[in-house]
């Protein structure tokens, strides 16, 4: 069995060793027991040996001094031996010379019991060197002392070769990859296994950091699935290595691109793999650069409003954009074909100069390195500028681009510009007015030749002069004033500035200006420009003064007519409720006045009120006012009295003062007058009501005789109680539609065309029948009921113009008046918006009156209001102009559109001179202010004469019609339109 058999006595003897395991029996029932046992263990031990022969290990059993009792046939073919050399001889002599003597070796290896898996060296029978993985053990006797040893040993000579080479591979690709400019890694399932010093430097760990990581800690959140492949790819391509493009993560957070290289390999007996990383972080914020910058451009191009074209050294089209397509009308096969010449001719045969366009192209391949612009005109009227310049590339020139711009709005603008600078130059000059153009951004001042015409100033080379200068030529007195208002306006959000002022010419004196101009301002509202022109108005100043002394004096006294009476009566008023202060208002007339001026002529009634007029001025304070009101009416203002005896004094010394007769035609005339006194504050608190009731208390005064005064009285008015019933019947009126509206036609005095209708307000009484509108509109304004007839009077009235221009007459105007309660509305803008829009009718066509005194009432609140009204496109008329104590200062502040002469004028305008002045004065100041002039109240053709040859524009009165109901109405413009009326004119 190649093992030699121990001797049977042995194990008989080890199992009687020590004490008695079994209770005594008889001693031959005891040996055969031992004998059976002693059989069985000879049988055990043969199949052990018999195993031992047959394993592959080598197997040497030995006495405790060392010597060989036994071995297998492995151990003789390890080392070359035969078992008869090798039986009893020492095992020590099978070591390399080297190793430990064996007595020592076995005793350090055994001291403790068995060795395992010692490497030790045997040297074989031809001295070859063996590495063995040995393993000793002793064998021990039935005492429990080492009777021998036994010696397994494995061979591990060709491993051991192999992990030494293994190990000076993995030395020198450890050195490899230290020595690689780039981070290297090694990880098997997510776990690194070794990583070089560029990995610490990219990643910012250590090396001890990497190697506890997961890879997925190093890799972005949005690359983990692609490196989770790496293994899989790696083995489909065998042999050759993968490279992924992908962001890692560094210890500080930071993101980093890099390209990785992956591959399989061996390392540390274990299937792992390699990654070679190189930051690729910079490359890739370059490309992303190119990228942004390549997209900006090309961005640049689509967007840009001119057309690109882009061709190479040898002219053939490279690229272009989509407005160069568009402006060269290319269609869609020519864009799909870039062929370089199809699109050049399909160009040439668009242009107005063909011949022109390809000279320019010869010259710019002639001089390849050239700039160019030219003008390009097509045969449809388009212009489009061309620019070129050459592209470099290298240091060379390889091709040009192209810019087309289409400049023909611009061309067209400016031949407009040129052509309105023309006209600007010419009409400058024909104006005669001097015209200047501030840059308030710039500070530069420009002016006109004319301005040195006008006020003989020289001007510089580049006609300006300094703004300062202009302020400082303005008169002292209204310098202040007018820069107060030109700032104020640039700094306000005004389009336009206008003022009146005196200038100081070159020689000294002072002309009258009228300075206007037009404010341009930036998107934020800023006044950057300001354009304007002067105007030399002295003449009209002059005319103005001359038409202001006939407008508020009478010609015939020198004493203030009724218009200057109300200026001074509503500044006394003022002052009056400021100090809490008494004043009164008288009316009186000439008693038989008619008579004298009938019997002895005009010239002699002029003469007596010449000196009526004279008498009553030297009764009167120097603080109090007489005025002639009309005919032989008179108007005294009494202001700042202590009591009401004052004004009673002052009647009856004008009454005295009347006694001594007066001369006329060398005779003496006895003449009397009645007086009617009002009082502030008890008989009325506004210029109107106390004129109103100084006039009732002068009828009182005829009715008691005449030649005496009476003081106003509320018992004055007799149709008082008349006027509480109506008051109380006025306010069912509208809602049981008992009122109406009346329309009298505006024509116009040259073609008899009806221009427009005015809408009066009629009150059919079912008891009393037409009431007056001089009756209940007083009661309606007091109560207030006013405002609600007001609206619906406005609304009638559009709706059936609106009727009117639908069927007969397109432009038809309609005039609507407004009283002064009215005109208070706090809504009143919002109001006439909201009536417009529901009837349909345009605002230009609605013309909207008010008096004199309306506007009167609050001078800057009326202003605001019509400049409302204005804005939306109403027409603003003031009725009764001269009746009333309106101010001319106002008059040309206030936006009006028409200006209409009273009937009271009108009246008397064949017979009385004064009122022909007057009519004059309001038809001249009328064409002076652009304003439309229109008479009412006309009723002869003597009347229409006079006012045509006083140039007024329309008329109104029953000289053509009176006030017609709205059927009524509808036929005249009918016949009026079909020419079926024929009027003598």
């Not at 990785?260 to 390999?265: F, M």
């Not at 060269?328 to 242009?351: A, E, M, T, V």
């Not at 036609?745 to 008891?767: C, D, F, S, Y």
């Amino acid at each position: 069995m190649g093992l030699i058999k121990p001797q049977s006595e042995t194990a008989k003897d080890k199992l009687l060793e020590g004490k008695k395991v079994f209770p005594p029996k008889k001693e031959q029932d005891i040996r055969d027991t031992i004998a059976k046992m002693t059989q069985d263990l000879q049988q055990t031990a043969e199949y052990a040996f018999d195993i031992c022969e047959e394993m592959s290990v080598s197997i040497i059993a030995t006495t405790p001094g060392g010597h060989i009792l036994s071995l297998n046939q492995a151990t003789c073919q390890l080392l070359g031996y035969s078992k008869k050399e090798l039986l009893g001889k020492a095992i020590a002599g099978l070591f390399k010379e080297t190793e430990s003597p064996p007595g020592l070796e076995i005793a350090n290896l055994t001291a403790e019991g068995s060795v395992r898996n010692v490497e030790k060296v045997y040297l074989s029978k031809q001295g070859k060197k063996i590495i063995v993985l040995l393993s000793i053990s002793s064998i021990r006797d039935s005492k429990g002392e080492v009777s021998g040893k036994l010696y397994v040993a494995q061979d591990i000579t060709d491993s051991k070769r192999a992990e030494r080479y293994l190990r000076r591979s993995e030395k020198k690709f450890r050195q490899l990859i230290e020595t690689v400019n780039a981070a290297a890694l090694i990880y098997h399932r997510r776990q690194l296994r070794y990583v070089n010093s560029q990995t610490e430097t990219l990643t910012g760990y250590t090396r001890e950091e990497l190697l506890v990581l997961d890879l997925y800690d190093l890799i972005h959140p949005d690359f983990r699935t692609t490196v989770k492949k790496w293994g899989k790819s790696s083995q489909a391509r065998e042999s050759s290595a993968s490279k992924y493009e992908l962001i890692i993560l560094t210890k500080t957070g930071e993101t980093r691109w890099v390209e990785a290289t992956v591959d399989i390999i061996k390392f540390e007996r274990k299937a792992s793999i390699l990654v070679t990383v190189f930051d690729i972080s910079d490359r890739k914020l370059a490309e992303l650069e190119l990228e942004t910058s390549l997209s900006l451009l090309q961005a640049t191009i689509e967007s840009t409003a001119d057309g690109i074209l882009a061709v190479d050294g040898q002219g053939k089209v490279v690229s272009f954009n989509r407005k160069f397509a568009k402006m060269w009308q290319l269609p869609d096969f020519l864009l799909d074909s870039r062929d370089s010449h199809q699109i050049f001719c399909f160009g040439i045969n668009q242009l107005k100069y063909p011949e022109v366009f390809l000279n320019h192209a010869k010259e710019l391949s002639d001089r390849p390195a050239a700039e160019s612009y030219d003008i390009i005109e097509f045969q449809d009227g388009r212009i489009f500028e061309r620019y070129s310049l050459p592209q470099h590339t290298g240091g060379k020139i390889t091709g040009r681009v192209f810019s087309f711009r289409d400049v023909t709005e611009r061309r067209q603008s400016e031949e407009k510009l040129r052509k309105s600078e023309e006209r600007f130059h010419l009409l400058t000059r024909a104006t005669n007015d001097a015209v200047w153009d501030f840059n308030l951004l710039k500070n530069e001042y420009w002016w006109s030749e004319e301005f040195e015409k006008v006020f003989g100033y020289k001007l510089n080379a580049t006609q300006t002069i300094e703004l300062e200068s202009w302020w400082l030529n303005i008169h002292p007195e209204e310098r202040e004033r007018v820069k107060s208002s030109f700032n104020e306006t640039m700094s306000s959000d005004a389009q336009c500035w206008s003022e009146e002022y005196s200038f100081r010419r070159a020689d000294g004196g002072y002309v009258f200006v009228l300075d206007r101009g037009y404010i341009i301002r930036n998107a934020s509202g800023e006044a950057v420009r300001a354009i304007g022109t002067m105007m030399d108005i002295t003449q009209r100043k002059q005319a103005e003064e001359i038409i202001r002394y006939q407008a508020v004096y009478d010609q015939l006294t020198g004493l203030p007519n009724r218009i200057l009476f109300n200026e001074r009566l509503q500044a006394s008023l003022r002052e009056a409720k400021k100090n809490k202060k008494m004043l009164a208002v008288m009316f009186l007339d000439l008693d038989r006045f008619k008579k004298i001026n009938d019997t002895l002529g005009h010239a002699a009634g002029d003469r007596l009120l010449e000196s009526f007029a004279g008498r009553i001025s030297d009764t009167l304070r120097s603080t109090d006012t007489v005025a002639r009101w009309g005919g032989d009416e008179f108007t005294v203002l009494l202001p700042d009295l202590n009591s009401l005896e004052d004004a009673v004094k002052t009647a009856q010394r004008i009454l005295d003062y009347l006694k001594p007769p007066f001369k006329l035609e060398e005779q003496p005339f006895h003449v009397s007058s009645s007086i009617g006194i009002a009082v502030y504050p008890n008989d009325g608190e506004d210029a109107e009501t106390l004129v109103k009731n100084a006039d009732a208390a002068l009828y009182r005064a005829k009715d008691m005789g005449r030649n005496n005064y009476q003081l106003y009285t509320s018992t004055m008015n007799p149709q008082g109680s008349q006027l509480l019933t109506l008051e109380n019947r006025l306010h069912e009126a509208l809602a049981q539609g008992e009122f109406e509206v009346f329309y009298q036609p505006k024509v116009n005095i040259t073609t008899w065309k009806i221009q427009g209708m005015e809408a009066l307000l009629r009150w059919r009484h079912p008891e009393l029948g037409l009431v007056s509108p001089a009756t209940f509109i007083p009661i309606a304004e007091d109560n207030g009921l006013i405002v609600s007839i007001g609206e619906w009077v406005l609304e009638t009235a559009c709706t059936q113009n609106k009727a009117w221009q639908d069927a007969l007459q397109p432009d038809l105007r309609v005039a609507v008046n407004f009283s002064a309660r009215q005109f208070q509305q706090f809504n009143l803008v919002q109001m006439v918006a909201n009536c417009l829009e529901k009837t349909g009718l345009e605002p230009k066509y609605l013309e909207l009156e008010i008096t004199e005194t309306t506007a009167m009432q609050d001078a800057d609140y009326t202003t605001k209001v019509l400049r409302e009204l204005q804005s939306m496109g109403v027409q603003i008329a003031l009725d009764d102009f001269g009746t009333g104590y309106c101010s001319l200062n106002y008059l040309k502040k206030f936006p009006l559109n028409v200006l209409k002469i009273d009937k009271s004028f009108v009246s008397e305008l064949t017979t009385d001179p004064c009122e022909r002045a007057i009519a004059n004065a309001v038809a001249t100041l009328g064409r002076d202010l652009n304003l439309s002039v229109v008479a009412e109240g006309v009723e002869t053709k003597e009347q229409l004469e006079c006012l045509r040859s006083l140039h007024c524009q329309e008329i109104q009165g029953h000289y053509f019609s009176p006030a017609l109901s709205a059927g009524d109405a509808s036929k005249l413009l009918v016949n009026s339109l079909l020419r079926k009326v024929k009027i003598s004119h």
